[in-house]
């Protein structure tokens, strides 16, 4: 069955430095989606893209946040200079048309 | 603008009991409903999701729920728990699909289910 993978499954980071989470959304979904979870906290959304650009994004993805979609296969998103409190899971998740979401067993960040 | 709220943060209970877990929106427009599953060191997983139709819904691994208009509520059922439904619970609320719809999820429930 068809999953969404993500890379790494945990980072530790220093605070400032930059990261890159990687994701393998499902081959013929069209939507993706970054999603957040600090521990014991909700899950949150981050942002939503489609067809090649942000569809729409929350107050959470500041100027820190970007997201690339660089080949047909990869989804990333980049936080340039991380922060204590940039430490969670954070979930990728794409979409077929219909609206169910298909979520990536997360990658979880630790920030120093 | 939507909320969930997921009234129990945890709810214990023994293996073969009834269980529910509740949730509540607001939402000024029509919505779309969702209950994921997250069982330990995993991914979230879509148990039923509810977009029009039958208020109804059956989901995966025997859960059900049924959508309330009036009471804005998506309350999660099962009429027999096993071991291994322990997992924490999301519900989740959309007011589109696709592209232009996002989820807004609810705190989550942790469903504790003993011998």
């Known amino acids: 069955e068809p999953e969404v993978t993500q890379t790494p499954s945990h980072q530790v980071t220093q605070m400032g430095q930059e990261v890159i989470l990687r994701c393998v959304p499902i081959s013929n979904h069209l939507y993706f989606y970054w999603y957040r979870q600090i521990l014991g906290q909700k899950v949150e959304f981050l942002v939503s893209?489609?067809?090649?650009?942000?569809?729409?994004k929350s107050e959470i993805f500041d100027d820190q946040f970007s997201v690339e979609r660089p080949d047909g296969s990869n989804f990333t998103l980049k936080i340039r200079s991380t922060k204590l409190e940039d430490s969670a899971m954070y979930f990728c998740?794409?979409?077929?048309?219909?609206?169910?979401?298909?979520f990536g067993e997360g990658s979880r960040l630790t920030v120093l | 603008a939507q909320s969930v709220t997921q009234l129990d943060s945890q709810v214990p209970v023994f293996e073969e009991a009834p269980v529910e877990l509740r949730c509540n929106y607001s939402s000024s427009v029509s919505v779309y409903l969702f209950w994921y599953v997250q069982y330990p060191n995993q991914g979230l997983q879509l148990l039923l999701k509810?977009?029009?139709?039958?208020?109804l819904v059956k989901g995966i691994n025997g859960f059900e729920a049924e959508f309330n208009k009036s009471q804005t509520s998506f309350h999660l059922r099962k009429p027999s728990v096993h071991i291994s439904d322990t997992a924490e619970y999301f519900c989740?609320?959309?007011?589109?699909?696709?592209?232009?719809?996002?989820?807004?999820f609810g705190k989550g429930t942790k469903l504790s289910v003993k011998p």
């Open positions: 509810y977009l029009s139709g039958s208020t």
């Open positions: 989740a609320v959309s007011e589109t699909l696709g592209s232009q719809g996002n989820l807004i």
């Open positions: 893209f489609y067809n090649n650009e942000i569809s729409e």
């Open positions: 998740a794409s979409s077929p048309s219909h609206g169910e979401l298909f």
